[in-house]
C-alpha cells in the first residue's frame, strides 16, 4: 500500500528523498518556502561549496543521478596548504589516490529538483511551513499572497534544514530532548576570479587552505575556473569579524595574513562589506520521529558545522539508510521510522561532533610539521595493513563506515600513532626488521582495540 | 527615570519581582496566562510541595513577607528514611538545627499576588503570550475570547516558567544557545490524610523519604496535617510507571515497596489513577537577556528537576541579585541586565547540575549506612572547623553562596570524606591527639584547595 508523502523543504535531502521514495511507487508533494531557484532571479540560497564524497556520491546513484553530476563535480585529491610565510604544502586525503568532489550546490539543487519533477513528484513553492500540529500530522502554511493553507499529511518527512517547522513544533511535545549551539564563530565567502585567459588561477584539483590557527580562509574550485573562498573567524576578539570594519582594516588585515592570496582577490573589499557575515550552529534532537506519521531527515535532524565537509553527505546517507529499511520493512512504517531513528541518531551525533573536531584540524593543526608527518603515516599504515588499518578521514570520507564507528576509533588511532612517532622518524625505522616486526604488534593491538565495534 | 515594566508570568517569581520592582519606583503590569487562582474553582496549578530555604527567605524579606509566610511554613530539619524492611532512620540537614520549611505553592503564590496589588502592581489574567518580537519588545497575547492584544513593553521580564514565550521567542535569534532534556522519569502526587481525630500520622518536622534505588517516594507535610507525596519513577523499565497499568498491580506494587506508607493511603488507587504522571525538564539557554530592553528569570531561564529543593529558592534569588544590581547601578539597564547576566548564568547552570545530582542522592544514596556515616561526620567537621568547613548541602540550602561556588567544592570534600572515613571509626578516631593531628592537614589541605573560590 503507497502512501501519500509531503516532504518539508526542496533542498538537497529533501528532493533527493521524493525522487527515492516515488521511485518505490508513494505519491510524493515537496513543498519548498522559497521560489524555484531554477526560474526566479537573484537567488542566492546557501553558499559554503559542498565536497561530496562516498556518502553523497551513495545516495546519487539510488536516484540515478550519479553520472549526470559527475560531468559538474570537480576532484580534490587533497590539502593545498598555503602558510603564513607564502610557502606551501600538499597533503593528500588517500592513500589510494581517492578524491572530494568540488559541486556547486545550487546547480545540484537544480538538477535534483528537475529529476523529482521527471519521476512525478509535485513541488509546490513559496509554501512556507509555520508549524505542525504533530499528532494529527496537519500542516499550516503561510503563502505570498498573506493567505494560509491547511493540509492533513499521511505521511511527513521535515528536510527543512537547521531551523526546520517541523523540528521545531517536535520541541514543543512532552519528552522531546532538544539543543542548539552557535559556534563564536562567523564566515563570509570572497572570490578568486578566473584568470585574463579564462584560466585557474591556483591548483585545481586542491582543496585550499590558509591555516592561520583561531581562523582560516578556504577556496574551492568552480566548473568557471573561479574559486569560491570561505572566510571562518571570530566574531569577537583579536582577529575577528569585529576587528575588520573600515577598508583599510580589511586591506591591511588580508595583505599581513593572506599576502598570497590578495593578489588573486581583485574584488576582496567590495566582496568583504557586500556578503554577509554568518553564523554556524550544530542542532541536536531526539527523538526524530512520531509514530507512523513523521520524521525528520538531514539538517532537519542534525544540523552540523562545516568543516568535515560531510553536511550534504550525512544527509544523503540518512535517504540510503532509510532506502534500504524501506527494502526490508515494505510497508511497516511503524518499524521503519523506529530503526531510521535507532541507526541514524547515535551517526547524526557522531557527525556533529566530527565536524566541530575537525574545525581545529583545519584551521590549526594542518600547518603543523608533526601532523603532516602524521598524515603521511597514516598512510603508509593504510598501504601496509589495509584489512587492519583505515584512518578515521578515510573512513569518514571514503568508506561507508558508521560515523559512529569512526569516531570510535580516534582515540585508539591516537594512542597508535603517538607509539610510532615516539620512536623517531617512521620511514626510516621501517627498513629496520626489529621495528616491522613491533610494528606488527602495535597494529594488531589497535586492530583488536576496534574490531568489535559495527563497521557494516 | 523610572521604567514601565512588564513581567510575564504571575507565578512566585514574577509575583516577587514585581513588588521589588514596584517599591524602586516603577510602574509594573504582571501578564498572567491563567485565571486568578485567588478566585477561580478547580485551580490545580503546579503541585511539588515547596522547601524553602535561605535564598528563598531572603527574597521574602525583600518583599517585606517574610513574617506573613513563616506563620504557613513547616520546618523540616531533617530526612527521615523509610527503608524497605519497615525500619526507620533520621539524619539532619544541618549541624546547627536548621530547617528547610514545606510551604503551599498555592498558598505563597496567592499571597504574593495579593502583596503585589497592595502595593500597586496590575495583574491581567487569562492573557497568554504568544510571542515576543524581541528587537522591538513586542508582545503578542490570545485572550480568552480569541482575541489578540499587541503591547508594546519598555521593559520585560519573562517570567513565565520552563515553556516561557519569551524564552522561546530568545531562541529564535541568531546565536542564542539553548537546550532542553527532559529526565526519564516522571512524577505523580499521592496523599496521607490525617488521622481520624485529625492528627498526623507521620513525624510532622522531616522530608520523609521511601529511598528505592532508582526510584523513590518523598512526603512533606502540610498545615493540615495531611502529608503530600510524591513518587517519582521511571516511565519505562523493571519498576516503572509503565508497570503499573492496573489496580491490582499498583496495590501490589505498593504493599511490596512502600509497605508502611499503605496503611497511612486510603485513597492510593483512586489518586494513582486520577492523578497525571508529570514530566520533569531541565532548560539551559544563553543569553538570558537583550540589550536593556529584556530579560528571563526563575524558571524561564534555567528550569531544573525539583530534587534540591532548589528551583523557587533559585529563582527568588535572581530577584535578590538583580535587586542588588538595581541599587549600585541606579538606571543603567544596559549594565544591570549584563551583570545580571554574568553573575547568574553560572549559577544557573550549577543549580541545574545540583539538582540533577541530588536525585541520585535522595532515591539511592540515602539509605545506604556509608552515606549515613558520612552525612554525621560533616556535620561533626562543621562544628570543629566552622571557619574551614561546610558541607555542600548546608552551602546550598542554609547560606548564599553561589551555587557556582558550591559545586566546585564537592570533589575536593568527596576527597576530603575518603581520607577521613578510609582511618576506619571517625568517632572513635577523633579520641585520639594523634588522628586529630592529621585530620588538622585534612582540613588545611581542603581549605587551601577551595579557598580562592568565591564564596561571597
Known amino acids: 500500500m503507497s502512501r501519500q508523502v509531503s516532504i518539508l523543504g526542496a533542498g538537497l535531502v529533501g528532493s533527493l528523498l521524493s525522487v527515492i521514495l516515488k521511485k518505490k511507487g508513494h505519491e510524493v508533494t515537496l513543498y519548498e518556502r522559497r521560489p524555484d531557484m531554477r526560474t526566479a532571479s537573484g537567488y542566492a540560497g546557501r553558499s559554503i561549496n559542498l565536497a561530496m564524497s562516498a556518502r553523497g556520491w551513495k545516495g546519487l546513484e539510488l536516484a540515478g543521478l550519479r553520472e549526470d553530476l559527475e560531468a559538474i563535480a570537480i576532484p580534490m585529491y587533497g590539502r593545498q596548504l598555503h602558510m603564513p610565510d607564502g610557502s606551501q604544502a600538499y597533503q593528500s586525503y588517500s592513500k589510494n589516490n581517492e578524491a572530494i568532489y568540488s559541486v556547486s550546490r545550487g546547480e545540484l539543487n537544480k538538477r535534483l529538483m528537475t529529476l523529482a519533477e521527471q519521476n512525478g513528484v509535485s513541488i509546490k513553492f513559496e509554501h512556507k511551513c509555520s508549524n505542525v500540529d504533530v499528532a494529527n500530522n496537519k500542516l499550516n502554511f503561510s503563502l505570498p499572497d498573506g493567505s494560509t493553507q491547511a493540509v492533513q499529511a499521511d505521511l511527513l518527512f521535515g528536510a527543512d534544514g537547521a531551523f526546520s517547522a517541523l523540528r521545531q513544533s517536535y520541541t514543543h511535545m512532552d519528552k522531546v530532548n532538544c539543543s542548539q549551539n552557535y559556534l563564536e564563530y562567523g564566515y563570509k565567502e570572497l572570490n578568486i576570479p578566473a584568470g585574463k585567459d579564462g584560466e585557474m588561477m591556483m591548483e585545481k584539483n586542491a582543496l585550499h587552505i590558509w591555516p592561520r590557527g583561531n581562523y582560516m580562509m578556504i577556496a574551492l574550485p568552480n566548473t568557471d575556473n573561479t574559486f569560491t573562498c570561505t572566510m571562518f573567524m571570530p566574531f569577537e576578539g583579536p582577529n575577528s569579524f569585529e576587528k575588520l570594519k573600515t577598508e583599510a582594516e580589511v586591506k591591511a588585515f588580508f595583505d599581513e595574513k593572506f599576502g598570497d592570496a590578495v ?15 554568518s553564523s554556524l550552529i550544530t542542532t541536536h534532537i531526539m527523538p526524530w520521529h512520531y509514530k507512523d506519521k513523521s520524521a525528520l531527515i538531514g539538517d532537519a535532524a542534525h544540523a552540523i558545522v562545516p568543516f568535515y565537509g560531510q553536511g550534504m553527505n550525512a544527509g544523503f546517507e540518512d535517504c540510503t539508510i532509510l532506502s534500504g529499511l524501506m527494502d ?5 512504517w511503524t518499524t521503519i521510522l523506529n530503526e531510521y531513528e535507532r541507526k541514524r541518531k547515535p551517526n547524526g551525533d557522531a557527525v556533529a561532533a566530527l565536524a566541530l573536531q575537525n574545525f581545529v584540524e583545519m584551521r ?5 610539521t608533526a601532523f603532516l608527518e602524521r598524515k603521511k603515516i597514516e598512510k603508509e599504515l593504510g598501504k601496509r595493513y589495509p ?13 561507508h563506515t558508521p560515523y559512529n564507528t569512526a569516531i570510535q576509533c580516534i582515540q585508539a588511532q591516537d594512542s597508535l600513532l603517538h607509539a610510532i612517532m615516539k620512536e623517531g ?4 625505522n621501517v627498513e629496520d626488521g626489529r621495528f ?21
Open 364 to 368: 590549526d593543526k594542518v600547518g603543523d
Open 328 to 332: 526490508v520493512h515494505g510497508e511497516d
Open 436 to 456: 616491522t616486526a613491533k610494528l606488527d604488534t602495535y597494529i594488531t593491538e589497535y586492530h583488536n582495540a576496534v574490531q568489535q565495534l559495527d563497521f557494516a
Open 425 to 428: 622518524d617512521f620511514f626510516k
Open 263 to 277: 593578489p588573486l582577490m581583485p574584488t576582496l573589499i567590495e566582496d568583504f562589506f557586500t556578503n554577509p557575515t
Open 387 to 399: 584489512d587492519q588499518f583505515v584512518s578515521v578521514y578515510e573512513m569518514v570520507s571514503f568508506s
